[in-house]
């Protein structure tokens, strides 16, 4: 399989907005976009995604995880930004066409169906910086991706910085412009400490890393930073703390400060969630220059526990006693 991100399906779902209405969505091939060099989104980043994952099950029939969530997370980015909000009727609706005209795409677990369905602005103005664009497109595009864990859980390093992912304003919107603004930092932690992600912890907030919310996880308790708008409020991070519940868990959802973090990564699991890997193991943080262990800096016991309990749902081999799975087929 190639690498994340980067294999399609042959259809995708479109629908555009002008004059106040979206058009009638279709299933249309795999094409370029061809857009006006002045659509506002080229210049003033009037664009939002989500990303989420259907699965095969046994029967042969998709499901798809978490999609009216999913969709009310990209009705809350439309509107941060000012962009036409597409009913949640019609994106839901797209989403499972594009899942329907492309079942025999989607791979057998631990691979899946990686989602993207995308908004961008289209007006065609370039003195709009403080206007709206109230012309739209909106496609779903469908990439079979594969086991992220293939090769086993490697632990992962953070380097714990002490300043924002984005702008507080923008922080919980799934915009291009804060990968961006991750995208710098994240570059040069990588260069000059050889980690693999930031975490970024504003005025010592441990908030999230440029693609993930970080949970802290011990035999008792799952600890993580509480919702705000400074961060993405992940759907993997919200089924973990409920199916974390479920299983005799204590759930902290409160501030946590980058002195707490240092000395719970003792005894305390650290980890990454988000919907490409579920659960990422954290085996080092890199903190004034130091490097300090995540316990004995390998993946631990209640992140796999955890990772199963959500996989086991998402495979078809538990009951989805939360109604997180859309079925199509
Ligand atoms: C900035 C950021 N935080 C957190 C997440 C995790 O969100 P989810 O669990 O919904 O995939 C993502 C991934 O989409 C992300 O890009």
Not at 87 to 113: F, K, Q, T
Not at 299 to 325: C, E, F, M, S, V
Request: proline content about 5%; some cysteine.
């Amino acid at each position: 399989m190639k690498p994340f991100g980067t294999e399609f399906c042959d259809q995708l779902a479109i629908a555009r907005y002008s004059n106040g209405a979206w058009s009638a969505p279709s299933i249309e091939p795999l094409a370029p976009l061809s857009l006006h060099p002045a659509a506002h989104v080229f210049h003033y980043a009037s664009t939002c995604f989500e990303g989420f994952k259907a699965y095969r099950w046994s029967d042969g029939k998709g499901r798809i995880f978490r999609l009216h969530d999913h969709v009310a997370r990209m009705q809350r980015s439309a509107a941060s930004l000012r962009l036409p909000i597409p009913e949640a009727d019609l994106l839901a609706g797209m989403v499972v066409d594009v899942v329907h005209h492309n079942l025999d795409d989607i791979p057998e677990p631990p691979a899946s169906l990686y989602l993207r369905p995308t908004l961008i602005g289209t007006l065609e103005n370039i003195g709009a910086a403080a206007a709206p664009s109230n012309e739209a497109i909106l496609y779903v595009l469908a990439s079979p991706v594969g086991d992220y864990f293939a090769g086993g859980a490697a632990a992962l390093k953070l380097l714990v910085e002490e300043r924002a992912r984005t702008t507080e304003q923008l922080g919980s919107t799934k915009t291009g412009g804060n990968y961006a603004a991750a995208l710098g930092p994240t570059l040069d932690a990588k260069e000059k400490y050889g980690v693999d992600q930031v975490l970024f912890c504003p005025d010592g907030d441990v908030q999230e890393t440029g693609a993930a919310n970080f949970l802290l996880i011990s035999d008792e308790e799952i600890l993580t930073k509480s919702l705000d708008t400074s961060f993405l409020h992940g759907m993997t991070r919200d089924s973990i703390l409920k199916l974390g519940a479920e299983l005799g868990y204590k759930i902290s959802e409160r501030k946590i400060t980058v002195e707490e973090l240092l000395e719970k990564v003792s005894t305390y699991e650290a980890c990454l969630s988000g919907t490409a890997a579920t659960l990422s193991p954290v085996g080092a943080l890199v903190y004034d220059g130091k490097e300090i262990l995540v316990r004995d800096g390998q993946p631990g016991p209640n992140r796999a526990k955890l990772q199963k309990a959500l996989q086991d749902i998402q495979y078809g081999l538990a009951t989805d006693t939360h109604g997180w799975l859309t079925e199509v087929g």
